[in-house]
């Protein structure tokens, strides 16, 4: 038989044949413990970490942004803040340092490791648990507002992750009810101070408007004095002419006498009392303005306009703020209140263990190859190129008998038996203790989706 067969020269393989299926097999069965020591050990850390990880439940409640009751067009409400911007502004407030430390007090958050950290540690720790998820609408123009959104606390204990979710709840609601509620109180205090204020300049106005009008009809007194002046002038004169004729004792010298003298009191009088008030006068009242009482007149009128409108904008402040106390404006309500959950959020297992199992297949991969490139043993023909020329090396074919034939086709017969009796038995088991395949490929995507 070998002489019918014949001595090959041999030719030098190709890369890409030397590197042949059998060859990785041939590698396998004698580096079989360089494999699997490192696999399972690897495996075995893996999986340890997979199930000793601790579960950690997630508690959510669910907040829905409830339109204003009344219409719009009747109240208009003093909020008009977008609704996501809202809850940024509420979970800013409720989640300062003094809130979180005694939230975690109250709920012993730390209980175990509060010794160990600093107080920065629990607020970074109890921060990075709380989850605030808006869910958001896209409206005209590409603008986004939040119509609802999720508070959540995720924690080792599912029973301590619902009371905190459901007191980060509590704290929203109360949050906004007093925001919305203070916001509208300084509003209104802010316009009635307004209105006091222009109450106080439009009397003013009034008082300077009807005080310069005293002044000018005081003014038109002078001319009364100076009659009273011209009178008591011509008096005197004809005092003098009658002297020359009548004696001093004379009924009209006497008449004339008394007469002057109750003009001149009365003159002096009115001289007096004049000069006072409008001393008076001059002294309380400002500066005329450039345009005389005129333009006092058009200043008034349009502080008058203005404290109209302020008016108006003090009664729509008053029915916003009744509206806010009254929680008929837009508000927050809980639609889905948290519960103790049954399946931890985290970690995914079955994601850990397929890493694990891939880091374990490629460590043991990895082992295998360095045991081999620095053994020096002689495995393959492709070896002795680096010993011996091609030249001199022949190949010589196995000749298999029949026996050897025979038992590698029953080899070969009883794996495909054993192969089919493992099909048709998976089949069986699936079909009996497993639920539907739709069922089951719900649940397998469901758990692969975390």
Same mark, same amino acid.
């Given at each position: 038989m070998l002489e019918r067969q014949g001595f090959q020269t041999y030719q030098p393989e190709e890369s890409g044949q030397s590197l042949s299926?059998?060859?990785f097999f041939g590698v396998l069965r004698r580096r079989l413990l360089h494999f699997f020591i490192p696999f399972l050990l690897i495996l075995a850390i893996g999986t340890l970490v997979t199930f000793a990880w601790p579960a950690r439940y997630l508690s959510e409640s669910k907040i829905l942004i409830s339109s204003?009751?009344? =219409?719009?067009?009747?109240?208009? =409400?003093? !909020?008009a803040t977008l609704a996501n911007e809202r809850i940024q502004i509420i979970q800013q407030r409720i989640l300062t340092r003094d809130n979180l430390l005694a939230l975690a007090k109250k709920f012993q958050l730390t209980?175990?490791?509060q010794r160990l950290v600093l107080g920065t540690d629990v607020v970074d720790f109890i921060k990075d648990r709380i989850k605030i998820r808006p869910?958001?609408?896209?409206?005209?123009? $590409?603008?986004k507002a939040a119509i609802a959104f999720t508070v959540g606390f995720d924690y080792e204990q599912p029973q301590v992750a619902t009371k905190v979710a459901n007191e980060l709840v509590t704290m929203i609601l109360n949050e906004d009810v007093r925001s919305r509620t203070n916001f509208a109180s300084e509003t209104t205090? #802010?316009?009635d101070d307004e209105v006091k204020r222009l109450e106080n300049e439009v009397s003013n106005a009034d008082a300077q408007v009807i005080a310069w009008r005293d002044r000018k009809l005081a003014g038109t007194g002078t $001319?009364?004095?100076? $009659?009273?002046?011209?009178?008591? @002038? @011509? /008096?005197? @004169?004809? /005092? !003098? !002419?009658?002297?020359a004729i009548y004696s001093d004792t004379h009924p009209d010298i006497l008449a004339l006498k008394r007469k002057l003298e109750a003009l001149k009191k009365a003159s002096a009088s009115a001289v007096d009392t004049k000069g006072a008030a409008l001393t008076k006068t001059n002294a309380a009242l400002p500066a005329l303005p450039a345009g005389g009482i005129d333009a006092l007149v058009l200043k008034r009128q349009s502080l008058r306009e203005e404290l109209s409108s302020s008016r108006q904008k003090l009664a729509a402040a008053r029915m916003g703020e009744a509206l806010e106390r009254g929680q008929h404006s837009e508000r927050l309500e809980v639609i889905e209140q948290a519960t103790v959950p049954k399946k931890p959020d985290s970690p995914n297992r079955p994601k850990i263990f397929g890493i694990s199992f891939v880091v374990a297949l490629m460590a043991a991969g990895g082992f295998v190859f360095a045991a081999e490139a620095s053994n020096p043993a002689i495995r393959r023909r492709t070896d002795l190129y680096s010993l011996i020329d091609s030249h001199l090396i022949v190949a010589i074919p196995y000749v298999s008998t029949k026996r050897e034939a025979r038992r590698r086709r029953n080899k070969i017969l009883v794996a495909l038996g054993i192969l089919l009796v493992a099909l048709v038995g998976g089949a069986v088991a699936m079909y009996v203790f497993? =639920? =539907?395949? $739709? !069922?089951? #490929?719900?649940?397998?995507?469901?758990?692969? @989706?975390?």
């Open positions: 299926l059998g060859h204003q009751e009344i =219409p719009t067009e009747l109240v208009r =409400p003093t !909020v209980s175990g490791w869910l958001e609408l896209t409206l005209q123009g $590409d603008r205090k #802010f316009l $001319d009364s004095l100076e $009659d009273s002046s011209k009178e008591i @002038a @011509a /008096l005197q @004169a004809e /005092l !003098v !002419v009658k002297s497993l =639920p =539907p395949l $739709d !069922v089951l #490929f719900s649940k397998v995507m469901t758990i692969l @989706a975390r």
